[in-house]
């Protein structure tokens, strides 16, 4: 089976840091793959290039087979790429609900129709219920704590079904208890079919949940492998550490 | 529920703004109330942009100047007879706004916030440096003017007032449908974060050209109306800063992003500004009390009118239900149940 994302050869140069340096990996469907790295390994900026973000200046992605090097982050998410930012992104003048709303990834027919909707009303009372958001739907964002925007935010990719969801940090700055709840949003949509790929630090959380995991260092890929494997890796070790 | 009094305030509003002139007010007051008009439907239409999208454009004024020749232009070579032609190829001139807007905006609108700004009244000086130069187009300096309607004297100003009441019903009948659907959802995460938006499938681009489309092809139709009712423009009336500063200036007064607010806002600047004129004659003086309206509202109701009031009001009514509902209690009940439940 061929793999549901691959990067090949990826790179970006931002003046005179090469960010990410001739990058490859792929990510299988059916897995929760983390992707992690000491602080500017990279990390941020390969989400970028395969979210449409940033154009590479070589190399190429590919999603369920097709090239979408290049293409816009907002076709890539209707068609089923979807991602989380470091700073949960929230709209904050919008409510909860208006929130997911927004990310129905509408047709432009669409775009003359209700607000929201009673289907949408219905399509986000779902996720509402299944993040525990619903007594908070009609607050505005803004109102919400910085946990329950990242999870606002994580619910809110959700809304166009993707097939895979690249999440940044999202255990950065939540409280214990709300890394327990997000570890098991996680599982629960993995089981129900979604493919995650996940940048963190918090190894707990990645060595738990996560397998394969993918270590970068200075914009390249320098292990990969099950997180039992990868932790006892050398290279890894003195990357982070430093030999 | 929410839209029935709106409606209501609608249609009293308008049915008021329609009879007015049945009650024989003076020239001056009509007059007043045309330029009142004028500005309101423009802030209105800038609203969409500079209020919704959160793109302050500063050329609008160069649109009401495309209205403001093309009307010209045209009547140069058509004839006026009954006097209302101008009237009736309005919504082409509006259609032409809109589509010379869209290449412009696809151009401008990769600037953002202060960039934006800068750009956009760059065009407006660009289009009064055209019009001042064109002298075969526009005349020049000398400028250009359009053949005097053959209205009745006692009632000539009507035509015109009703035509502009019919556009700003226009204008905010676009933006209430706007604010009630995606679109304006669409409008409002491009607002508040565009590049989130992008991730997450609004269609960015084409909201923002779309909008920008239909704002500037309003604010020409109303340019048009403008030079007609002059009968004769000149380049730096048509296309004049001063014009684009007092739209943005009405629209936060009044509250932008908001269906009444610009139109408030244009109300109360438009109306205090000739207000002053008239009493305070022609010394200078008047700009200083207009001034002071502008600084003393903007003190109080540092976000414009209408936000800050509905600010006020959403601030009490939650402190309401906070007081009504211990809310605490429901919360970490639910998840231990449901958490169970998935265990």
Known sequence: MSPLLEVQDATKVFGGVRAVDGCSFTVQGGTVTALVGPNGSGKTTLFNLITGYLPPDRGQVRFRGRDITGLDAGRLYRHGLSRTFQQARVFPHLSVQENLVAAGGYSWRQLFTRRVGRADRERAGRLLEEFRLAPVADLLASELSYGQRKLLEFAAVLMSEPSLVLLDEPTAGVNPVLVETMERHIRERHAAGITFLIVEHDMGFVMRLCDPVIVLDRGKQIAAGPPADVQANQLVLDAYLGS | ?343
Do not use: C
């Open chain 2, 1 to 343: 529920m929410k839209g029935v009094p709106g409606m209501a305030r609608a249609v009293v509003f308008f049915a008021l703004l329609a009879s007015l002139p049945s009650f024989n007010l003076a020239h001056w007051v009509l007059n007043l109330l045309v330029f009142t008009l004028i500005y309101a439907v423009m802030s209105s239409a800038w609203n969409l942009v500079g209020g919704f999208t959160g793109y302050p454009s500063l050329g609008h004024a160069a649109f009401f100047g495309v209205g403001a020749y093309a009307v010209a232009l045209w009547f140069k070579h058509h004839a006026i007879t009954s006097g209302y032609e101008p009237f009736v190829v309005l919504p082409m001139i509006g259609l032409f706004a809109a589509v010379l807007g869209i290449p412009i905006a696809a151009i401008a609108m990769r600037t953002r916030f202060d960039v934006f700004a800068i750009v956009t009244i760059t065009l407006l000086f660009v289009a009064q440096t055209l019009a001042f130069n064109l002298h075969g187009l526009t005349g020049g300096a000398q400028g250009i003017s359009i053949t005097v309607a053959p209205f009745p004297p006692a009632t000539f100003e009507r035509p015109y007032y009703y035509v502009l009441v019919a556009l700003l019903g226009l204008a905010m009948g676009i933006t209430f449908l706007t604010m009630r659907s995606k679109l304006g959802l669409s409008l409002a995460a491009v607002r508040a974060d565009e590049d989130k938006a992008r991730g997450i499938g609004v269609r960015v681009t084409g909201v923002k050209l779309l909008v920008f489309a239909v704002s500037v092809g309003l604010t020409a139709m109303v340019g048009a109306v403008w030079a007609y009712y002059e009968s004769f423009i000149y380049p730096q009336f048509a296309i004049d800063p001063l014009i684009t500063i007092a739209i943005v200036l009405m629209t936060f007064l009044g509250g932008r992003g908001t269906l009444w607010g610009p139109v408030l806002g244009a109300g109360i600047l438009e109306g205090a500004q000739q207000l002053f004129a008239y009493w305070l004659g022609g010394s200078q003086v008047y700009l200083i009390a207009y001034a002071a309206v502008f600084l003393v509202i903007m003190l109080l109701l540092p976000r414009g009118i209408l936000p800050t009031i509905q600010d006020r009001i959403r601030r009490r009514r939650r402190r309401g239900t906070v007081n009504a509902v211990a809310v605490p209690p429901a919360l970490p009940r639910a998840e231990v149940t449901v958490g169970g439940g998935a265990a």
